[in-house]
């Protein structure tokens, strides 16, 4: 485990946390108003390698092999010039800093962090962190890495759990849930909605599944899967046959056979390693979920479906009424594909190019 320190003086900043990996909503931005939750577990901090915040550099101000130095390989608006490898906290596992009231420039419910640093050190007013807590954003707090450091202290250093104990733990994420407000265009309360973890999922892997597609049809397996992948997937590739097939695998599922190209795996939650198999499936291109979303795939939960007469049976449990579905189809998180698409070397395509350049119709077809 660490703590985190002012390297200005030395004061502590944290409570003892141990490293994740960093999940793939962390620069999520979604929906209007919405009122998103702590991004970090309470006692975890995980490591972010792009830079994030301004001072901002436009794409036009950046020389080709700069960009691809730093791994971005398609045109983006802006990229910023910040220092990398904020480790990012929840904000109630700081300790030994105040707010910076100055640096909220740009916030609407809260805070931002487009101002800049706008935490200090409580011991000697070094400008250490930056929260954000704004609406439409997950609420966490990065550590400045040019301004903490980072000191191993005593305890209890547990190894990461297996595959199997992860598959058997079953932590999942549900596809739906309740979004609370702070009002705009969906009002004041809370509506029913996907999952802005899924969406956020979605466009990670999407942009992962075209790679591997390699311009060809691909065809995934039915249900959930389907629901959150094939028309995406009809959409943005060419029509025809399906000539490449993609399939769940991971810990616990059987083993996939070798006419699979593509395998949709978990990644684990600590290690950030995605799951690899072993045996006749292993040149099958990875597509990387969290695992939470991994978990709810190989096993959905439908609802129990409502007795035309009668009495439920005593062994039969159910939310009655169930809850509402989300309103509209499923769309993948548009700027999680974009941020995820623009750091894979195959976007130098031109297929893959005229995607990512098309983003806007896209967005209008309802796909994101």
Sequence with gaps: MFVFVCAGCG????????????????????????RLPVLMEPGTFAVDPDPWGGPWRMWDEIAPDEAEARGIYAPVHALSDSTPGASVIAPGDTRGTRLIPEKRDGACCGLDGADGPNMACETCGLPVATRVDDCSLWQQVRLSPDAVRRVPVDGV?????????????????PPFEPIATWGGRSGSGPYWSWSPQWE?????????????????????PGGPVADVFQRALDALLPAGPPTRRAVLAG?????????????????????????????????AHPVPLPLGVWLWLVSPRPYPPVPASGRMPEDVL???????????????????FRHTLVRLPAVRSPWLRTILDDLPRGTAAGLF
Excluded: K, M
């Design 251 to 283: 810990p616990g599922q059987p083993s996939p056979d070798a006419g699979a190209d593509i395998l949709l795996v978990p990644v684990h939650p600590r290690t950030g390693r995605t799951w690899a198999p072993a045996g006749p499936a292993a040149p």
């Design 157 to 173: 250093h547990a190894a990461p759990l297996s595959w199997t104990e992860l598959a058997e733990r079953g932590e999942e994420t």
């Design 318 to 336: 159910r939310e009655d009424p169930p809850p509402p579905l989300p309103r509209h189809s499923f769309r993948a998180d548009r700027e999680t």
């Design 200 to 220: 956020a999922a979605a466009g990670h892997a999407l942009a992962h599944l075209l790679v591997a597609s390699q311009g060809q049809p691909v065809r995934v």
């Design 11 to 34: 004061a502590a900043l944290t409570t003892p946390l141990s490293q994740v990996s960093l999940p793939v909503h962390a620069r999520q931005r979604y929906g209007n108003g919405a």
